[in-house]
DNA sequence: GTCTATAGGGCGATAGAC
DNA sequence: GTCTATCGCCCTATAGAC
């Protein structure tokens, strides 16, 4: 994170015109994503679409790695505010939710599959970085969440909260792949399923 | 399938030495990845250490892609043969032991998760069809077990094989990515929770 | 049939001019 | 801050030796 082009606007040693003009690159390159998906993905592919070179991506950026987890992140936080998660809704129903509203923007779903996969390999810190604090986020969240809900009787309390909650984003993250591959898959289906066995017996 | 290096041996147009020869290539790429796992995969790398020719692996295989989807199908392939999964265990059981089975060859689960993302891509033809048919064919086996499953009354009977089968295989595909980017991630024991939830009510 | 040598086009990243 | 120029690497395809 000491690097100028890490992380958030934050890190950079620049004002706010470098800010801006980041920003405005950032709106640029989530538009080329949204229109045409996350295939052809070169820096020189954005570059040309926003209207640099692609020096001026590494300039701002550092790499194309840190480029794409930008892009996503900015994505999710805009698609975020336009639909807001609703307070109070079971894990797999909020995970069912962002899925859902993920799909709508087209190389949205392609992209996060290929960040977590380059996650993997050990060459890859931003990606890796990106996907460990996501999950890890994301199972806290959800934890939390089977915690309140086993304390209104809404889920089965012989079961752990950690557990629950990376089994519902496995499957979750997992039956996306699978319905992007077969849309025969049903993957609403399979998380009702979910649903129904986190309920408490009766 | 048409061309001489799509598939398997059957579709190529030669005999027996050609065969064998691809298949000594195959056994070198494979030991290539089992010992360094599926970085540094570029078709010069493989053929260095292979001991030819970036240019005779595109003869025998096609392509790169064509080649990793091979690796990983032979590497299977040998994993069954060595530890065959036994008859007759339940679906979680046997997508558990799969999944610890192919963790012990390091770079295979980076290269399984890899052609995934690949196969995502409208542009990879190879691993579309190889993610595609593998998840249609696991899913089927499952499927299947659930029925069996259900017939003898150790699954609860409300729920949809197809169902079960789609989310066992998202969950335990999930799990294991969630796992390998934090080892804290406590997969066997999530897999073991969604066994208990697929049990009859008692 | 098998393979080497090589060329073509594209890639990410860097250095340095402006 | 952005550019051009360039480096070294990649995949793919082809020509032709053996």
């Known amino acids: 994170m000491t690097d100028p082009s890490a992380a958030g606007p934050r890190s950079r040693g620049s004002y706010a ?9 950032l709106d640029a390159a989530i538009d080329v994503f949204a229109a045409r998906g996350a295939e052809r993905t070169s820096l020189r592919a954005i570059a040309e679409q926003v209207g640099v070179t692609h020096a001026a991506l590494i300039h701002h950026f550092g790499s194309l790695e840190r480029l794409l987890v930008e892009v996503y992140l900015e994505s999710a936080r805009r698609l975020e505010r336009e639909e807001p998660t609703p307070e109070g809704i079971s894990p797999v129903e909020s ?108």
């Open 17 to 25: 015109k470098g800010l801006a003009r980041r920003q405005e690159i």
């Open 95 to 202: 995970m069912r939710r962002s899925a859902q509203r993920n799909r709508r923007v087209p190389g949205m779903v392609q992209l996060y599959t290929t960040l977590v996969a380059a996650a993997l390999e050990s060459d890859r810190p931003a990606a890796t970085a990106f996907a460990s604090e996501r999950f890890a986020g994301i199972r806290a969240t959800l934890a939390e969440q089977v915690r309140e809900g086993q304390a209104a009787g809404r889920f089965r309390t012989d079961i752990g909260p950690e557990q629950v909650a990376a089994l519902v984003v496995a499957a979750s993250d997992g039956l996306q792949t699978q319905w992007l591959l077969d849309p025969s898959v049903d993957q609403v289906g399979a998380l009702a399923l979910l649903e129904t066995l986190l309920a408490p017996p009766r």
